[in-house]
């Protein structure tokens, strides 16, 4: 066990910067998502600390050592690839004990941890079969057993679950988190998926293009997301974003004119915003928080908007409204009841307790 | 149903060509092989008169011609006349060739010519009745159809025309160059076996060599950053058009220095110096197609380079390694220039035997036939034993679904 600290990490590839100055503090035990878009860096920052790229600049840490010269056999870490990378010319019982015999760990051992962890995966019938003769589901779990049963002090997965479908995927998150969970290692999980992410995080590390743009619990990341880049990348369908708004004063009223319309900002920020009177800012609000007149939810901020409806999906529990009013689109997620029907004229509610104001320049939240 | 049965019907045709080319290219193959393991089971004489087609053809004298010409006298058992008792092989050995016999019919025997010439047989039912009587009366003795003298002869290198191994043996027994103990002549310098002990000592250090070293090199190309490894793999690509006969100069001078000439040793590091290029750029090629993954994985649970090497990477290369043995086995098996110019005749090879086979003996093709084929079954049992590690889909179930 052991925590892991990224301290200005940089790794560029020639003039090419794949990680830009991170830094990262996990404490032991914690699960820490890494997430973003292709190409952002997520894989690398995970391949700098399992030791599989050479760090450009800065230091990595496990416990409290400086990992950057230690070999990969020798930072007591274990990787689950995408790919699994089961090896396919050995029984899923060697697969599992080759990291243990390298380490001159006792025969009787091996077999008890061997079984141990193949009876908690539920693979323990599998052992004498080779790689080629499982399912992806059980390649999966034999990947997962062939890392855990080392008991690694970090146990890194670069996006294990994208070669699964759908339905196994659902179970093997709760697989994974639960396994967190009775082994109480830290854990560092890379994928581009934000509902794996959410899901399974405890903290999520957001990066983009090298960056780590906010890292923060799921709720937080949620709720409060520092930039446009999170906002818009957190939460699915995803926030509407207004880009050309601005922020004025009217009478003891402080409005955001989005230029399709105008909504009022509550009171309690009133005092937040004041310093951005007149500038330009991005105005969003996530489909959540868009109720459809007929039903609007109790204890919210309610600023009526009124937006032809371009696109009506159901989806049974709800209902995805692509709204459009002066050529913008924007999506609101309404109650199933609701009566909508294409080409209708529409009034909505926006929740302006939850809505989000970013600087239109650094894209940062106006905090 | 119709239509089904129509589709099927031009699929036949189509393929036509196909299956034409296929079994022509096995005829082109397996005929002259078919041909040269015929003739090297036969006996000198037989491979002289006729070709190995003619095998199948019945060689029993047939009697038609004496029943023809000769039972009325002679009777049905040859020895009806007492005087001349055909069933005797003194008598008939008389007889050396059709003209001896023929004369004995201008004979007067009882007052009468032997046989008038209007009843004489013509010259092919001279030859039947020749035979017949040669065989019946056991003047000569019959040859066998197959024999397996002429590898015997050439395993001890027994080159004499006319006889064999074992005749001479029996007939005149050891002589200084001869014990006529089959595995003790076997093994003296010029006999064939020797040559082919002699070629496998040559080439399964040759092949395993340059195998070895390529996989290490290829290793190091596929999976170690290290200053100038693109350049190095260009400059090892480009050592491939480098001709041999080139450097044979330098490097007999060379082993002359070292005292290298005439050694198995010298012969080897040619082999393997020449062999690695190739071996190198199609390890490194394979190798570098493994998932990287999979070697990453393998670090990870600690194994060091060298027990990748050996534990993962080996295992998944076998379908090149198998490849490549075959390739650089036949080729050295069936060099002769290299042996012939660093082993000449100190410790000479199969095909350097051959060669000399082909100066002592102009007309014994029953000896080279079966030389020859001994020299071209070995590389046929290799190529057999490795082609079942051609296998397919090594890699599957490693990585993906």
Same mark, same amino acid.
């Given at each position: 066990m052991a925590s892991v600290s990224y301290r200005n990490v940089w790794k560029r590839w020639g003039d090419v910067v794949a990680v830009h100055d991170l830094n990262i503090d996990i404490p032991d035990g914690e699960f820490l998502v890494f997430v973003g878009p292709s190409g952002c860096g997520k894989s690398t920052s995970l391949r700098m600390l399992a030791g599989l790229e050479e760090i450009s600049d800065g230091e990595i840490l496990i416990g409290?050592?400086?990992?950057?010269?230690?070999?990969?056999?020798?930072?007591?870490?274990?990787?689950?690839?995408?790919?699994?990378?089961?090896?396919?010319?050995?029984?899923?019982?060697?697969?599992?004990?080759?990291?243990?015999?390298?380490?001159?760990?006792?025969?009787?051992?091996?077999?008890?941890?061997?079984?141990?962890?193949?009876?908690?995966?539920?693979?323990?019938?599998?052992?004498?079969?080779?790689?080629?003769?499982?399912?992806?589901?059980?390649?999966?779990?034999?990947?997962?057993?062939?890392?855990?049963?080392?008991?690694?002090?970090?146990?890194?997965?670069?996006?294990?679950?994208?070669?699964?479908?759908?339905?196994?995927?659902?179970?093997?998150?709760?697989?994974?988190?639960?396994?967190?969970?009775r082994l109480g290692t830290t854990f560092i999980y890379v994928t581009h998926d934000q509902v794996e992410a959410m899901t399974m995080g405890q903290r999520i590390a957001v990066l983009n293009a090298g960056k780590l743009m906010q890292i923060d619990t799921p709720t937080n990341l949620y709720d409060h997301p520092g930039n446009v880049f999170v906002a818009g990348f957190i939460g699915s369908p995803s926030m509407n974003f207004f880009?050309?708004?601005?922020?004025?004063?009217?009478?003891?009223?402080?409005?955001?004119?989005?230029?399709?319309?105008?909504?009022?900002?509550?009171?309690?920020?009133?005092?937040?915003?004041?310093?951005?009177?007149?500038?330009?800012?991005?105005?969003?609000?996530?489909?959540?928080?868009?109720a459809h007149s007929q039903f609007v939810p109790p204890g919210i901020i309610p600023a009526p908007v009124e937006a032809n409806v371009d696109v009506v999906e159901e989806m049974g529990h709800e209902k995805i409204l692509y709204l459009e009013e002066g050529g913008k689109t924007f999506l609101a997620r309404v109650d199933p009841r609701s009566d909508v029907r294409v080409g209708q004229r529409t009034q909505v509610i926006f929740n302006m307790a939850v809505m989000h104001l970013f600087d239109a320049e650094t894209e940062q939240a106006l905090q | 149903m119709n239509r089904v049965l129509r589709e099927r019907l031009i699929s036949i045709i189509n393929r036509i060509p196909?299956?034409?080319?296929?079994?022509?290219?096995?005829?082109?193959?397996?005929?002259?092989?078919?041909?040269?393991?015929?003739?090297?089971?036969?006996?000198?004489?037989?491979?002289?008169e006729t070709g190995w087609w003619e095998v199948v053809k019945s060689q029993e004298p047939t009697s038609t011609a004496y029943q023809t010409y000769c039972t009325d006298c002679h009777g049905a058992n040859l020895s009806a006349v007492p005087s001349i008792d055909l069933g005797a092989s003194d008598v008939v050995s008389g007889f050396t060739n059709?003209?001896?016999?023929?004369?004995?019919?201008?004979?007067?025997?009882?007052?009468?010519?032997?046989?008038?010439?209007?009843?004489?047989?013509?010259?092919?039912?001279?030859?039947?009745?020749?035979?017949?009587?040669?065989?019946?009366?056991?003047?000569?003795?019959?040859?066998?159809?197959?024999?397996?003298?002429?590898?015997?002869?050439?395993?001890?290198?027994?080159?004499?025309?006319?006889?064999?191994?074992?005749?001479?043996?029996?007939e005149e027994g050891p002589t200084p160059t001869r014990s006529c103990d089959f595995w003790e002549d076997a093994t003296r310098s010029d006999a064939i076996f020797k040559g082919v002990l002699n070629s496998f000592a040559v080439s399964i250090p040759s092949t395993i060599l340059p195998i070895l070293l390529a996989g290490f090199a290829a290793y190091a190309f596929a999976w170690l950053d290290f200053r100038g490894r693109k350049v190095m793999f260009a400059l090892l690509v480009?050592?491939?058009?480098?001709?041999?006969?080139?450097?044979?100069?330098?490097?007999?001078?060379?082993?002359?220095?070292?005292?290298?000439?005439?050694s198995f040793l010298g012969v080897w590091l040619f082999h393997t110096g020449f062999g690695l290029p190739y071996a190198i750029y199609l390890m490194r090629n394979f190798i570098a197609g493994l998932p990287r993954e999979i070697v990453e994985s393998a670090y990870l649970d600690g194994a060091g380079h060298w027990r990748v090497f050996?534990?993962?990477?080996?295992?998944?290369?076998?379908?090149?390694? %198998?490849?490549?043995?075959? /390739? #650089?086995?036949?080729? +050295?098996?069936?060099? $002769?220039?290299?042996?012939?110019?660093?082993?000449?005749?100190?410790?000479?090879?199969?095909?350097?035997?051959?060669?000399?086979?082909?100066?002592?003996?102009?007309?014994?093709?029953?000896?080279?036939?079966?030389?020859?084929?001994?020299?071209?079954?070995?590389?046929? %049992?290799?190529?057999?034993? /490795? #082609?079942?590690?051609? +296998?397919?889909?090594? $890699?599957?179930?490693?990585?993906?679904?």
């Amino acid at each position: 066990m052991a925590s892991v600290s990224y301290r200005n990490v940089w790794k560029r590839w020639g003039d090419v910067v794949a990680v830009h100055d991170l830094n990262i503090d996990i404490p032991d035990g914690e699960f820490l998502v890494f997430v973003g878009p292709s190409g952002c860096g997520k894989s690398t920052s995970l391949r700098m600390l399992a030791g599989l790229e050479e760090i450009s600049d800065g230091e990595i840490l496990i416990g409290d050592r400086v990992v950057n010269n230690v070999a990969p056999k020798d930072r007591d870490i274990a990787m689950v690839f995408q790919s699994y990378a089961l090896y396919p010319h050995m029984t899923v019982y060697d697969n599992m004990a080759f990291g243990l015999r390298l380490r001159r760990t006792p025969k009787q051992v091996i077999d008890e941890r061997v079984r141990e962890t193949a009876a908690s995966l539920g693979i323990e019938q599998l052992l004498d079969r080779r790689p080629r003769q499982l399912s992806g589901g059980q390649r999966q779990r034999v990947a997962v057993g062939r890392a855990i049963v080392r008991e690694p002090a970090v146990f890194l997965l670069d996006e294990p679950l994208s070669n699964l479908d759908a339905k196994l995927r659902v179970e093997a998150r709760t697989f994974i988190s639960k396994l967190h969970q009775r082994l109480g290692t830290t854990f560092i999980y890379v994928t581009h998926d934000q509902v794996e992410a959410m899901t399974m995080g405890q903290r999520i590390a957001v990066l983009n293009a090298g960056k780590l743009m906010q890292i923060d619990t799921p709720t937080n990341l949620y709720d409060h997301p520092g930039n446009v880049f999170v906002a818009g990348f957190i939460g699915s369908p995803s926030m509407n974003f207004f880009d050309n708004s601005t922020l004025f004063e009217e009478g003891g009223k402080m409005i955001v004119d989005t230029g399709y319309f105008r909504v009022e900002v509550q009171k309690e920020r009133h005092e937040l915003y004041r310093p951005h009177l007149g500038k330009k800012v991005v105005f969003g609000i996530r489909p959540d928080n868009i109720a459809h007149s007929q039903f609007v939810p109790p204890g919210i901020i309610p600023a009526p908007v009124e937006a032809n409806v371009d696109v009506v999906e159901e989806m049974g529990h709800e209902k995805i409204l692509y709204l459009e009013e002066g050529g913008k689109t924007f999506l609101a997620r309404v109650d199933p009841r609701s009566d909508v029907r294409v080409g209708q004229r529409t009034q909505v509610i926006f929740n302006m307790a939850v809505m989000h104001l970013f600087d239109a320049e650094t894209e940062q939240a106006l905090q | 149903m119709n239509r089904v049965l129509r589709e099927r019907l031009i699929s036949i045709i189509n393929r036509i060509p196909l299956h034409v080319a296929v079994i022509g290219l096995c005829l082109i193959w397996i005929l002259p092989t078919l041909g040269l393991l015929i003739t090297s089971f036969r006996p000198q004489q037989a491979v002289n008169e006729t070709g190995w087609w003619e095998v199948v053809k019945s060689q029993e004298p047939t009697s038609t011609a004496y029943q023809t010409y000769c039972t009325d006298c002679h009777g049905a058992n040859l020895s009806a006349v007492p005087s001349i008792d055909l069933g005797a092989s003194d008598v008939v050995s008389g007889f050396t060739n059709t003209r001896r016999l023929a004369v004995t019919f201008n004979r007067e025997y009882n007052g009468a010519v032997h046989i008038p010439e209007d009843q004489r047989p013509d010259d092919e039912s001279l030859r039947e009745i020749l035979d017949y009587l040669r065989i019946e009366s056991g003047a000569i003795k019959m040859p066998p159809r197959f024999t397996v003298n002429n590898y015997k002869d050439v395993m001890v290198g027994y080159d004499a025309r006319g006889g064999t191994y074992d005749q001479a043996c029996e007939e005149e027994g050891p002589t200084p160059t001869r014990s006529c103990d089959f595995w003790e002549d076997a093994t003296r310098s010029d006999a064939i076996f020797k040559g082919v002990l002699n070629s496998f000592a040559v080439s399964i250090p040759s092949t395993i060599l340059p195998i070895l070293l390529a996989g290490f090199a290829a290793y190091a190309f596929a999976w170690l950053d290290f200053r100038g490894r693109k350049v190095m793999f260009a400059l090892l690509v480009g050592l491939q058009i480098v001709p041999l006969q080139m450097t044979l100069v330098p490097v007999f001078r060379l082993y002359a220095d070292l005292g290298l000439n005439g050694s198995f040793l010298g012969v080897w590091l040619f082999h393997t110096g020449f062999g690695l290029p190739y071996a190198i750029y199609l390890m490194r090629n394979f190798i570098a197609g493994l998932p990287r993954e999979i070697v990453e994985s393998a670090y990870l649970d600690g194994a060091g380079h060298w027990r990748v090497f050996r534990v993962i990477i080996m295992p998944l290369a076998l379908p090149a390694i %198998a490849a490549l043995s075959i /390739f #650089q086995f036949m080729w +050295v098996w069936n060099d $002769l220039l290299v042996a012939l110019i660093f082993l000449g005749n100190k410790a000479p090879v199969l095909t350097y035997q051959l060669s000399q086979l082909m100066d002592s003996l102009g007309g014994g093709w029953h000896r080279m036939t079966a030389a020859a084929f001994i020299s071209m079954a070995i590389p046929l %049992a290799v190529f057999l034993l /490795f #082609q079942r590690y051609f +296998v397919r889909g090594l $890699l599957s179930g490693s990585v993906k679904g």
